[in-house]
């Protein structure tokens, strides 16, 4: 079957070359997927995690050391791979999107003594880990000329067996509001047409998921 | 087992690039030499662009070389004979006063000749394929390309289209003047001496061509020689600042063509 279609020319990223590039970053730069207060290993780089603020509360004069882990993260193109363990509230992975699935562990210290209002010893871990869940799919916007502005769009997000129900459906729509208002739209580039001395190549069609892979069509000028 | 990564060029899409990169091999130069000059350009026209899945063949056909060559000499003559002024000669003339002659002088000439050449026109009919391979030792992938000489056919002068772009140079745009028939004749004339004086280069091309296909002859004779190389640890996203560059492994590195008539480059990685 006909690679490039209509047009010129072809790429495609497998789902499995996906997630050799998240551990080949995971390997160059871990601080990407760590972040803890310095109580629990945070720092600058080259320190593995990446240092973050302790969460403070009002009227309390003790803040609260956390750890946020991703040990691990998958990416899975449509059709849905067997076995992925995609929750029943998001399923089935629709033509065109992506899950990625996250492993987050959450460790956060527990003052076990306060002394004076602030002085605190014997922190005390708890640690708790959730599966999030997040679909989405990549896209083009025409920008002017052969300028298309490439991003990424969210349907859905799910943090797996939080208990009760309606605290879950808080914290995915705080979840899901960071990721639309925050995150995704940082998360966008133009891409004009590719010139090199001997020809030069326009995006056509995609980037778009198909068959376990994201794909991209080009026209070469 | 799907490839992590797959590239694809279509025929059109091959031709344009493979167009793209032989054009840019077009150029001129010119220089001189005492009193002598000399001036080249050479352009690339391209033929027929073929991919072919048995053999993985890139097939180029009829590839022509256009070369325009002029020289020419020139001598200032000055440089031999001294240049030199009729003497003024001045009469006085009563009530009027001192006349003279004009100053004339004598510059010889510069004198030489400019030939310009008829076009000549090269042919270039070629197999070619690409190989990749492994280097354990240096750590990379080596991509060669693989020509077959036995479909190989280049032609330094080739006296049908030489002859059809003389024609098109000195007669043709004034054949194509004349009322009614002209352009017709012209057309004539110009498709007849580039195929019909070509037949029978064609007719031998072709039958290499089939021997060659039949037998499978571009994998056993063909000749190798390296055009490229790639780091095994590839870099795909470069260091900036504090953050070190992220790199993968090339495991495999793949290139065929595909009965759809597809150049298909596919690759698999992993974590250095």
Redo the contacts between chains.
């Keep these: 079957m006909s690679l490039t279609g209509t047009h010129h020319a072809f790429v495609g990223l497998h789902e499995d070359g996906l997630n050799v590039a998240v551990e080949a970053f995971r390997a160059a730069r871990p601080w990407l997927f760590s972040y803890g207060h310095p109580m629990l290993g945070g720092g600058a780089p080259p320190a593995p995690t990446t240092e973050i603020d302790a969460i403070t509360m009002p009227s309390v004069g003790v803040s609260f050391p956390y750890r946020i882990d991703i040990p691990k993260l998958t990416i899975d193109c449509y059709p849905e791979q067997p076995n992925s363990g995609l929750p029943p509230e998001l399923q089935p992975l629709h033509d065109d999107e992506f899950d990625i699935h996250a492993d987050v562990v959450l460790t956060t210290l527990c003052p076990g003594k306060i002394q004076d209002g602030k002085v605190v010893k014997d922190w005390t871990p708890i640690t708790a880990a959730l599966a999030l869940w997040l679909l989405g799919s990549p896209g083009a916007q025409a920008v002017g000329g052969t300028q298309k502005r490439l991003r990424l769009s969210s349907r859905a997000v799910e943090i797996v067996d939080i208990l009760p129900a309606g605290l879950e459906d808080t914290l995915e729509c705080f979840m899901r509001v960071v990721l639309d208002q925050a995150v995704l739209p940082r998360l966008t580039f133009v891409l004009d047409k590719i010139s090199t001395d001997f020809f030069s190549l326009v995006l056509a069609d995609g980037p778009r998921v198909s068959k376990d892979q994201i794909i991209a069509l080009g026209d070469v000028l | 087992m799907?490839?992590?990564?797959?590239?694809?060029?279509?025929e059109?899409?091959a031709e344009?690039?493979v167009t793209?990169?032989l054009?840019?091999l077009s150029g001129s130069d010119s220089g001189s030499f005492l009193d002598f000059t000399y001036s080249f350009a050479w352009e690339l026209v391209p033929g027929s662009f073929e991919l072919v899945d048995a053999g993985d063949i890139i097939r180029l056909r009829e590839w022509d070389i256009h070369t325009d060559i002029s020289f020419g000499w020139s001598f200032d003559l000055s440089n031999i004979l001294p240049d030199f002024c009729i003497p003024r000669a001045c009469v006085k003339i009563p009530f009027v006063g001192k006349v003279c002659t004009p100053r004339v002088c004598v510059d010889w000439p510069t004198i030489g000749f400019t030939i310009n050449l008829p076009t000549i026109v090269s042919e270039v009919s070629i197999d070619f394929s690409l190989k990749v391979e492994r280097d354990v030792a240096a750590g990379q992938w080596v991509i060669k390309g693989l020509v077959n000489p036995f479909t190989l056919d280049i032609d330094i002068v080739d006296l049908a289209d030489t002859a059809k772009q003389l024609f098109e140079d000195k007669l043709g745009a004034a054949m194509r003047d004349i009322p009614g028939i002209g352009s017709y004749l012209a057309d004539a004339i110009s498709r007849i001496l580039g195929t019909v004086l070509d037949a029978i280069d064609d007719l031998f091309e072709f039958l290499m061509t089939a021997i060659s296909d039949s037998l499978g002859l571009h994998p056993t004779l063909s000749i190798g020689f390296e055009l490229h190389r790639v780091d095994e640890i590839f870099e795909?996203?470069a260091a900036s600042g504090?953050?070190?560059?992220?790199?993968?492994r090339i495991t495999a590195l793949d290139s065929q063509i595909?009965s759809?008539k597809?150049l298909?480059v596919s690759a698999?990685?992993?974590?250095?």
């Excluded at chain 2, 799907?2 to 279509?10: E, G, V």
């Excluded at chain 2, 504090?242 to 993968?248: G, I, L, M």
């Design positions: 799907a490839r992590h990564l797959i590239a694809a060029a279509d059109e899409g344009r690039i793209g990169v054009s840019a795909f996203l504090a953050e070190p560059a992220v790199n993968v595909t759809d597809e298909v698999d990685i992993a974590v250095p």
